[in-house]
């Protein structure tokens, strides 16, 4: 964010580079005034937690419950803020699974049924855009025709467009199917991967589990008859589910 930054006030790219390099800074801070643009400030829109070293698997499942992908433990020097480690939502999600593959639990009952959602034809910039103004980490993206679902984007795709350097960034610009289809390629080097994983409602949280495991996504949409999303599973509510029971009664963590 801050290279694009200074490279698109600098004035030392042609206009039109220039102009997209505006709307990459303008998605990287929306709507945000010149003091807001600090790290610290922006660390608070989403605080990094801790816990102790010695705190339970549960522990940490309440804290990646509440909307955070990653958890610090405690422990480490001074000099790196007192951080040992860190546990991401796939880690705990890795460890606890074969011990939830069994819940009976239909998806209806744990699914977020507000769904947010973008068309083929809209520019991947708007996409990203409305994850940040939506403050959510992943869309679905619907044909412009019948609304089906046909792809998924989070914010990993984000860390994969800058980390592809200025070719990829200038691709916000293209529709976000035209993005996304480019961009897993690249990620897959000639290996197919299904673009959304889908689910039903009245599937079970096993059979989605798998799915998840399967495929390492992190969300798995919920479509009706017509492949129209009517809802999301995520990592996020898996955890949630899990952390909503109390610490003693909670024998899986």
């Known amino acids: 964010f801050i290279d694009a930054y200074k490279i698109g006030v600098s004035g030392g790219k042609k206009p039109e580079a220039s102009r997209r390099r505006g709307s990459l800074v303008r998605f990287a801070s929306p709507e945000l005034k010149e003091t807001d643009k600090t790290i610290s400030n922006m660390a608070r829109?989403?605080?990094f937690v801790m816990v102790?070293?010695?705190?339970?698997?549960?522990?940490?499942?309440?804290?990646l419950a509440s909307g955070s992908h990653?958890?610090?433990?405690?422990?480490?020097?001074?000099?790196v803020g007192g951080l040992s480690t860190i546990i991401t939502q796939a880690m705990l999600f890795n460890f606890c699974a074969p011990k939830i593959m069994d819940l009976?639990?239909?998806?209806?009952?744990?699914?977020?049924s507000s769904v947010v959602s973008v068309k083929t034809t809209d520019s991947a910039l708007k996409a990203f855009e409305?994850?940040?103004n939506k403050g959510i980490s992943a869309i679905a993206v619907v044909d412009a025709s019948?609304?089906?679902?046909?792809?998924?984007?989070?914010?990993?795709?984000?860390?994969m467009l800058f980390a592809g350097g200025e070719d990829e960034e200038m691709k916000l610009l293209d529709t976000v199917e035209e993005f996304l289809v480019k961009l897993r390629a690249s990620q897959t080097r000639g290996k197919t991967k299904i673009p959304v994983s889908t689910c039903q409602k009245t599937d079970s949280l096993g059979s989605?589990?798998?799915?998840?495991?399967?495929?390492?996504?992190h969300h798995v949409w919920v479509v009706n008859q017509n492949r129209n999303p009517t809802g999301v599973v995520s990592l996020t509510d898996v955890f949630r589910r899990l952390a909503g029971a109390e610490k003693e009664k909670c024998t899986i963590l």
């Open 45 to 47: 829109k989403r605080p």
């Open 70 to 79: 990653i958890c610090g433990v405690k422990g480490g020097p001074p000099e």
């Open 104 to 112: 009976k639990v239909s998806i209806g009952e744990m699914m977020t």
């Open 146 to 159: 019948d609304g089906s679902i046909v792809h998924n984007t989070s914010t990993s795709d984000v860390k």
């Open 130 to 132: 409305t994850m940040v």
């Open 52 to 63: 102790e070293a010695d705190a339970t698997v549960y522990d940490v499942a309440v804290v």
């Open 208 to 217: 989605v589990l798998r799915r998840m495991s399967k495929t390492g996504y």
